[in-house]
């Protein structure tokens, strides 16, 4: 009898330690990750048995979304300014039986050479008024506010349009300034050249989290695509939607123009990802993840769970 018990719980054992291995051996895993500042990857993780995966990089917190059965996909995206150096993405699979699988991805990010201007102007052109400086607070809140609480789903779907058909002004995105001898911050959109009054469309679906008149920024209205994923259109001179409003891919959010600090007409297009400023460009070409359609309704009602 006593034997018997034995071989029955060796024969769990080996039951169990079999199953946990057949989960991690079905999994396909991204390989390494080359990534140049300001440039987008996406990645996959695909197992017959993978219920869920999430991901780490840094600070931040990775999203990965499923596009099928036992398929996901993320995107990481390197800062404009991040500092080229060798990084570990952390991935953790949950099965659908509850085994937790990870797995270290090596991401590189690599130095690109930007465009860099220098320019003088009057040292009173800096001068701020305590108005203005409270302006500026108010907008930099604003914008903080909105990108420390992204929403978890992800509501774009591949692939991603242009907000205006105009081409981007040369090197624009990443372009380094230099003022009165003092480097300033990156710019860290892409700036294209639509005239005034142009229709401003939304890249892809998501939900207004910003819409309002800035002292730098102008007009502008910011879209949660879901998954840490933000666009901005700034200096419109007029906005056409309000704030929690959800919207499709091309909506009119509101007019060209060339409002706040600019010196003319422009849509400056900017986009974050779990809080690297990237070339909204990328979206454009690199972004192939999660190509069923959603409907309307859907949209609505996973924004109706929160
Ligand atoms: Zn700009």
Request: charged fraction near 20%; charge should be positive; hydrophobic fraction near 45%.
């Amino acid at each position: 009898m006593r034997r018997l018990v034995l071989l029955a719980s060796l024969t769990v054992a080996l039951v169990a330690c079999a199953a946990s291995m057949a989960a991690g051996d079905g999994i396909l895993w991204p390989e390494p990750i080359d990534l140049l500042q300001g440039e987008l990857s996406e990645f996959r993780v695909t197992g017959a048995d993978v219920a869920a995966v999430e991901g780490v990089w840094g600070k931040e917190k990775i999203y990965l979304h499923a596009d099928g059965p036992g398929q996901f996909s993320g995107i990481l995206g390197a800062d404009v300014d991040a500092k080229p150096v060798l990084s570990k993405l952390r991935l953790i699979a949950k099965t659908f039986t509850g085994v937790e699988l990870r797995k270290m991805v090596s991401v590189k990010v690599k130095p690109k050479s930007f465009a860099q201007e220098s320019f003088n102007v009057a040292p009173t052109f800096d001068r701020m008024t305590p108005e203005t400086l409270e302006e500026i607070r108010r907008e930099q809140a604003a914008f903080a506010r909105v990108f420390a609480a992204p929403a978890a789903d992800r509501w774009w779907q591949a692939p991603f349009v242009r907000p205006v058909p105009h081409e981007a002004s040369a090197s624009s995105f990443g372009r380094r300034r230099i003022i009165n001898g003092t480097p300033r911050a990156p710019h860290s959109g892409m700036d294209l050249s639509a005239p005034a009054g142009t229709e401003v469309a939304a890249t892809n679906h998501g939900k207004v989290v910003l819409a309002g008149k800035f002292f730098f920024a102008g007009g502008s209205v910011v879209l949660d695509h879901g998954g840490s994923l933000f666009t901005m259109y700034l200096h419109l001179s007029e906005i056409r939607v309000g704030e929690g409003a959800m919207v499709r891919k091309g909506d009119v959010l509101g007019l060209s123009g060339a409002t706040g600090r600019v010196t003319g007409a422009h849509l400056h297009w900017g986009a974050r990802l779990a809080n690297a400023r990237v070339d909204p460009l990328q979206l454009l070409n690199k972004i192939s993840g999660n190509p069923q359609p959603l409907r309307r309704n859907e949209i609505r009602a996973s924004e109706m769970e929160k």
